[in-house]
């Protein structure tokens, strides 16, 4: 299950929540349907959270980050700084 098939679960468990806080289901099937849903939303949303993947840095990024660093100073923090942040960039939920 994709993120936007999960969210839109989660989305008709929340307005299914609403329907039945404004008492418009009869007792009986709000219970069981909505326990139902609940969890299965639930699922899906964990799911899709799992299925994130890290995205890396290619080579030729790599390479065009070390070109902008000052090597005669703080070269490999500087360096490391500037991959944190590219990843950061390209790892954006």
Do not use: S
Not at 13 to 31: G, P, R, S, V
Not at 35 to 43: F, I, K, P, V
Not at 53 to 78: F, H, N
């Amino acid at each position: 299950m994709t993120k936007d098939e999960a969210l839109k679960l989660a989305l008709e468990a929340m307005e299914y929540a609403d329907a039945c806080l404004k008492k418009q289901l009869t007792m009986k099937y709000k219970h069981e349907y909505a326990q139902d849903l609940l969890l299965e939303a639930g699922t899906a949303i964990k799911e899709a959270l799992a299925q994130r993947t890290w995205v890396g840095l290619t080579l030729d990024e790599r390479i065009e980050l070390a070109q902008d660093v000052d090597w005669a100073i703080g070269a490999y923090c500087e360096y490391a700084e500037k991959i944190e942040a590219k990843l950061k960039e390209k790892n954006v939920l």
